[in-house]
């Protein structure tokens, strides 16, 4: 199965700014941090598996301590990412980041910095390991973006 094959959710809203505000907003609506890791698992249940030919050493996002596949497809006009993990938080992780850069240009990718994370308190709220994965996925992300620069 090719990358074309598995149909994207992303993106939903028109814009990576967009997308953050939505984050924001959706985040602010919940009280605390259990009902905000909750939201998290959810949101990673509505990513779509990957096939298991893509599970692969060479589809895997090292620096990540759960396991987590990432397939990039397009070119500098349109870029789309699929990824999931073995850890429902992290997929959690994944459905943001791919909310916000997926489906997106390889110059808005690199132009837009993860702001939702501070925005939404995310980093104060995740282990080191975790912390570092997401970080790993992002660098990942813009560093695919700016090859096709």
């Given at each position: 199965?090719?990358?074309?094959?598995?149909?994207?959710?992303?993106?939903?809203?028109?814009?990576?700014?967009?997308?953050?505000?939505?984050?924001?907003?959706?985040?602010?609506?919940?009280?605390?941090?259990?009902?905000?890791?909750?939201?998290?698992?959810?949101l990673g249940r509505k990513l779509p598996?990957?096939?298991?030919?893509?599970?692969?050493?060479?589809?895997?996002?090292?620096?990540?301590?759960?396991?987590?596949?990432?397939?990039?497809?397009?070119?500098?006009?349109?870029?789309?990412?699929?990824?999931?993990?073995?850890?429902?938080?992290?997929?959690?992780?994944?459905?943001?980041?791919?909310?916000?850069?997926?489906?997106?240009?390889?110059?808005?990718?690199?132009?837009?910095?993860?702001?939702?994370?501070?925005?939404?308190?995310?980093?104060?709220?995740?282990?080191?390991?975790?912390?570092?994965?997401?970080?790993?996925?992002?660098?990942?992300?813009?560093?695919?973006?700016?090859?096709?620069?």
């Amino acid at each position: 199965m090719n990358a074309t094959a598995l149909a994207s959710p992303f993106p939903i809203e028109a814009s990576a700014a967009q997308a953050q505000a939505a984050i924001r907003d959706e985040f602010a609506f919940f009280g605390d941090w259990s009902e905000r890791y909750q939201y998290l698992i959810d949101l990673g249940r509505k990513l779509p598996d990957l096939p298991a030919e893509w599970k692969t050493e060479e589809h895997r996002l090292l620096g990540c301590q759960s396991m987590v596949w990432i397939v990039v497809e397009g070119d500098a006009s349109h870029l789309t990412f699929h990824a999931i993990s073995d850890s429902a938080i992290v997929s959690g992780l994944i459905y943001l980041a791919l909310r916000v850069y997926s489906g997106r240009s390889a110059v808005e990718i690199v132009a837009t910095q993860a702001d939702y994370i501070a925005d939404i308190g995310l980093a104060k709220h995740l282990s080191p390991t975790r912390n570092n994965g997401l970080a790993s996925l992002l660098a990942f992300i813009r560093e695919q973006a700016q090859r096709r620069l």
